[in-house]
Structures are given as C-alpha cells and as structure tokens.
C-alpha cells in the first residue's frame, strides 16, 4: 500500500525528489512482506490461486515489474554511489547556473555540463541503455533547460563552408556527365583508330570486282538447245527450197492453144 501510495505519488518528480530515490524503502519493505506471506504455507494457501484474478500475486507481479522497467536497481550500484555521485554533479551544474549571470552562464557553466554529460554517457554504455530513471530524468531536464531555456547549443553555421558545400553538389552531376562523355569519346576514336591501322589479313575481293566477275561469267552465247532449234529450222527451209527447184526445172510449161 505504501509502495503504491510513494509511486502515485513521484509519478512527476518534484525537486530532488523522484521515483526510485524516494521509494526504496517502500519497495524493500514490500518485497519483504511478500516474501514472508509466501514462505507461510498457511498463509499463502489462503491468497494463492484463491480466485480467478489471484489478485495478491498479479498485483505483487505489477509493482514489481514497475521497478524493473524504471531500472530502480541500477541506481544503487556499488552501495548507491552512481545515483550519490550523479546528483552531485547535477548539484554542481544548477549552483553553477543560479550564481552566473544569463550573459556569462554557457562559457562559465560548459565544464560542469560536460562532466555530467560524459558520465551520464558512460553509465548508457556500461548499462547497455539500463540505466536509473532517476539519472534519465535528471540528465533529460538538464538537456532541455542547457539548449532550450539557455540556449547553449546554438551552432553557428560557416557561410562559406554552406556555399561551398551546395557549390559542390549543384556541379557534381555534371561535371560527371561531361567526364564521362569525354572518356567515352577518347575510347571510341581511339578503337577507330586501331581499326583502321590494322591491315586485313586476307585479300578480300571488293564489291566492284565481285560485280565485274558476275557479269564475265554471264554465258555471251546462246544456250545448246536454242542453237540445235535454230539449226533444224535452217535445215527445214534448205530442204523446201531444193524440192521447189526441182520442180520447175523438170517440167515444162503446158501451151494453151489459140482459139481462133
């Protein structure tokens, strides 16, 4: 019940006062109490399994699991000394703070915020990320009023590194494109070139003489059989000339008598 009532109670933490700091007491002596009831078989006959919700050992799980997920146990290291030793260095930077003036607070307070920066980051890597809400929430309130409400992070941009920068980026494709086509043209005339300074190794014919040739082989006289046509046709008309002769040598012409 005090465990419950402590938790409700710092679900915002107040000042220096916060979850796991503020209730430990509260959670050991609950953890204990649990422990004790379940050890008294007689006991924790009459709570467990007692009814559907077994509400005694779900709640128990979900107090529990509330100060495992908040990593509560990191913070108590090494006989509390992490949690003791980071809010002394959150003590150093907010006195820091409270007696430097606005003007002068990001150039007089930066040693203090950097030693609780660079502690903060090795418990992340030591922990792998576990690391106490306590110091989560002490390091993300300090982040926020360093950048924020002081406005120390500000980072001044270098003009000339902009300009230069863009410069580079705005010319960058096409002083690509135009060495690339330059190397491609570089390797295509020289190809061409070795092409032609190669000599052929076999003595092709040209176009022109593979014409001239196809024309010589072309047969300027006529093929056998129109000849053998020709020539019985020769024969043909020689034959009827003689037999025409013959007959107009042979026999006389027929005198028609005068009719008086």
């Known amino acids: 019940m005090w465990f419950v009532f402590c938790t409700t109670s710092h679900a915002i933490p107040d000042g220096d006062k916060r979850f796991c700091g503020s209730c430990k007491l509260q959670h050991d002596n609950m953890t204990a109490a649990y422990d004790l009831l379940m050890k008294n078989e007689m006991c924790s006959n009459l709570y467990k399994d007692a009814d559907r919700m ?22 108590f290291k090494f006989d509390g000394q992490v949690l003791k030793n980071f809010t002394d260095l959150n003590d150093e930077f907010r006195k820091c703070i409270n007696f430097t003036s606005d003007n002068d607070v990001c150039t007089k307070c930066k040693p203090e915020y950097i030693d609780m920066n660079d502690f903060y980051l090795d418990l992340d890597k030591n922990n792998n990320g576990h690391i106490c809400f306590d110091i989560q929430d002490m390091m993300n309130r300090t982040r926020v009023l360093w950048s924020k409400e002081l406005k120390c992070c500000q980072r001044v941009v270098n003009m000339t590194v902009f300009l230069t920068s863009v410069g580079v980026v705005a010319l960058l494709p096409l002083l690509l494109f135009y060495s690339g086509a330059i190397v491609l043209t570089k390797r295509r005339e020289s190809h061409h070139g070795l092409l032609n300074e190669q000599e052929p190794e076999l003595d092709a014919p040209s176009t022109s003489q593979l014409i001239t ?9 006529p093929p056998a059989f129109v000849v053998q046509a020709q020539t019985e046709k020769v024969s043909k008309l020689v034959s009827l ?20």
């Open 54 to 75: 077994n509400v005694v050992i779900t709640t128990n799980k979900l107090l529990v699991g509330l100060w495992d997920r908040a990593s509560c146990d990191n913070c």
């Open 213 to 221: 040739a196809a024309i010589l082989s072309t047969p300027s006289e």
């Open 241 to 260: 000339t003689d037999d025409s002769s013959d007959l107009s040598s042979d026999d006389e012409p027929v005198i028609k008598p005068k009719i008086n």
